[in-house]
Nanobody, 125 residues
Framework: QVQLVESGGGLVQAGGSLRLSCAASERSFRIAVMGWFRQVPGKEREVAATIGWSSRITYYADSVKGRFTISRDNAKNTVYLQMNSLKSEDTAVYYC??????????????????WGQGTQVTVSS
């Protein structure tokens, strides 16, 4: 429904940083929640972080809490994921996602109906 385009992935050494960006084709008022998910071969897609419209409500998976920061610029229809202190286990394809509705509780893949094509993040040890 909403076109999402990710950028910023690449190869980085453990302990390094990357910033992912995701540009949405729709106006921000139509996207209640945006988020970042990640997936590795043979495993289910899992949430990394999500953010509400006002940027006041965020969610972080325990595995990234304290290392990743999600932010949102509604004027640019863009969401970012700043990834610091990267670990080898962060290696995955990272997907931007958008949802038209907000709910409380831990975000699920099924909450999001629009997805980007994904960007590869590889962390070398």
């Amino acid at each position: 429904q909403v076109q999402l385009v990710e950028s910023g992935g690449g190869l980085v050494q453990a302990g390094g940083s990357l910033r992912l960006s995701c540009a949405a084709s729709e106006r921000s008022f139509r996207i209640a929640v945006m988020g970042w998910f990640r997936q590795v071969p043979g495993k289910e897609r899992e949430v990394a972080a999500t953010i509400g419209w006002s940027s006041r409500i965020t969610y972080y998976a325990d595995s990234v809490k304290g290392r990743f920061t999600i932010s949102r610029d509604n004027a640019k229809n863009t969401v970012y994921l700043q990834m610091n202190s990267l670990k080898s286990e962060d290696t995955a394809v990272y997907y931007c996602a958008a949802s038209s509705r907000f709910r409380t509780g831990s975000p699920l893949v099924t909450d999001f109906n629009s997805w980007g094509q994904g960007t590869q993040v590889t962390v070398s040890s």
